[in-house]
C-alpha cells in the first residue's frame, strides 16, 4: 500500500481548484495518464461541489481528501459532515434527452460515475464517505462508455446495495470479483445486487457473483439480485441458477424478502 | 478563465481561456446572458484555450443555448480540447451543440 495524501479543505467553492490540484498530483504520482489524471480532477471537482452547494447548502464546513494506492488501483476517499446523503441514489440524466428536456441537473454525479472505475457511498459517524476508484491500468481496448460499473452504498445498517452496469464478461468479472471480494472483506456481507444495468452476462460473469454469493454465506450474510433483464434472467433460469440465487423484481422486494 | 467578448457584424464571439468550474462558471454565465439580453442570439464560443470543463461549465452554456435558440439564434462551439470534448460527448451535448474546428468556420456558419 503506499503513503496516504491527506489534505482538509473549507466547504466553500473557491477551495474546489485546491482539491482539483491536491488530486491531479496523487494521480500523476500514481502513473496517470493525462487522460485519466482529467477523470479524477473532475470527479472530485463534481463530487466537493456537490457537497459544498447541497450539502452544506451554504454552512460553514469541511471536507477530508484522502488518496493512497491500492495495489493497481488509485482510491479517492472524500468525507464531510453535510447531512446524510446518498449521491448514488440521484437518477441519472439522460444524455440522449433533447435541448428542451434537459433540466441541468445531476451531471455532476454523472461524470464521477462515468469516469471513474468504481463509486462507493457509506454513511458512518455521522459523516458521508464517498470512495472513487480508478484502476491504473487501463485495457487499451475498451471504451470508457463499455466499461462495466460497479457502485456500492449502504441503503441501511448492514445492508449494502451493489449496483452493475454493462457487459459482465470475461473482460470484467476479474474486477467484478475483485471488487465484490472487497466487499465481503469489508464485512459487507448481506448485499443486493441491483442487475437493472447489466446488459448481458457470461459464465465468467457468473462465477464471480457465485464466488461472492459463497464467500458472502460464509460469513452469515447473503447475495440478493434484483431487476434483471429479460434476457440476463433467462440466462438465470437455463443454468438453474435462480435454485441458488435468492431473485427479486426490485431493491425493495429483496430487502423486504429477506427480512433484512 | 479569462473570457474576451468580441461583438462582430453577424456573431459575438466569447474566446474562453483557462479552467471553468464551479467557482467561474456564474461569471461565464453572465457574459453570455448579457449578450442574450441586448437582443444577440449569435454567439461563438471557441473553447480551444479551455483546458478543463466542469458540469457547472456545461450548464451555463447550455442554459444560453436554450435562449438563443427560442429566440431564432444558437450557440456554436470551436475547436474544443479532446478532454473538452469528451465531457461533451459523454453529457450527449456533441449532437446538441453544433461544434466546428475552427474559430473562422464557427463564425462562417452563421
Known amino acids: 500500500m503506499g503513503e496516504k495524501r491527506r489534505l482538509t479543505i473549507p466547504a466553500r467553492l473557491d477551495s474546489v481548484p485546491i482539491a482539483r490540484e491536491f488530486v491531479t498530483e496523487a494521480a500523476r504520482a500514481a502513473g496517470l495518464g493525462s487522460r485519466a489524471v482529467y477523470h479524477c480532477q473532475m470527479a472530485v471537482d463534481e ?14 464546513g469541511t471536507i477530508d481528501l484522502e488518496c493512497h494506492i491500492l495495489d493497481d488501483r488509485l482510491v479517492i476517499s472524500i468525507t464531510d459532515d453535510s447531512p446524510r446523503f446518498n449521491p448514488l441514489e440521484i437518477e441519472e440524466p439522460n444524455p440522449d434527452a433533447s435541448l428542451d428536456d434537459r433540466s441541468g441537473g445531476g451531471w455532476g454525479i454523472y461524470f464521477m460515475k462515468k469516469m471513474m472505475d468504481e463509486i462507493h457511498w457509506s454513511y458512518r459517524g455521522g459523516r458521508n464517505r464517498l470512495t472513487m476508484i480508478k484502476r491504473l491500468k487501463s485495457r487499451p ?21 451493489i449496483g452493475l452496469s454493462g457487459r459482465l464478461d470475461s473482460v470484467t468479472a476479474p474486477r467484478l470479483e475483485r471488487t465484490l471480494g472487497d466487499e465481503v472483506s469489508a464485512g459487507h456481507v448481506r448485499m443486493i445486487v441491483d ?31 434484483a431487476s434483471l433483464r429479460p434476457e440476463v434472467a433467462e440466462v438465470f433460469e437455463l443454468i438453474g441458477f435462480t435454485q ?3 431473485i427479486y423484481p426490485s431493491v425493495d422486494e429483496a430487502l423486504a424478502g429477506a427480512g433484512w | 478563465m479569462e473570457i ?8 459575438t464571439l466569447f474566446v474562453i481561456q483557462g479552467r471553468v468550474d464551479s467557482t467561474n462558471a456564474s461569471e461565464l454565465g ?7 439580453s441586448s437582443g444577440r442570439y449569435r454567439l461563438v464560443i471557441d473553447l480551444s484555450g479551455v483546458e478543463y470543463m466542469s458540469s457547472a461549465g456545461l450548464r451555463e452554456m447550455v442554459t444560453a443555448l436554450k435562449t438563443a435558440r427560442k429566440n431564432g439564434g444558437d450557440v456554436r462551439l470551436a475547436n ?31
Not at chain 1, 144 to 152: G, H
Not at chain 1, 209 to 223: F, M
Not at chain 2, 30 to 36: G, V
Open chain 1, 244 to 246: 441458488v440465487f435468492g
Open chain 1, 141 to 161: 481496448d475498451e471504451h470508457l462508455r463499455d466499461e462495466a460499473l460497479v457502485s456500492a452504498s449502504e441503503i441501511k445498517p448492514g445492508v449494502w446495495v
Open chain 2, 80 to 110: 474544443p480540447s479532446d478532454r473538452v470534448r469528451e465531457v461533451l460527448e459523454l453529457a450527449g451535448l456533441d449532437s446538441i451543440f453544433e461544434i466546428y474546428p475552427s474559430q473562422v468556420e464557427a463564425v462562417g456558419s452563421f
Open chain 1, 47 to 60: 463530487a466537493c461541489t456537490n457537497i459544498i452547494e447541497h450539502g452544506y447548502g451554504g454552512r460553514e
Open chain 1, 195 to 225: 442487475m437493472s444495468g447489466v446488459e448481458y452476462i457470461s459464465s465468467s460473469g457468473l462465477k464471480a457473483l457465485v464466488k461472492t454469493w459463497r464467500a458472502a454465506r460464509k460469513q452469515g450474510g447473503d447475495v440478493l439480485l
Open chain 2, 30 to 36: 453572465e457574459a453570455l446572458k448579457s449578450q442574450l
Open chain 2, 4 to 11: 474576451t467578448v468580441s461583438e462582430l457584424k453577424r456573431v
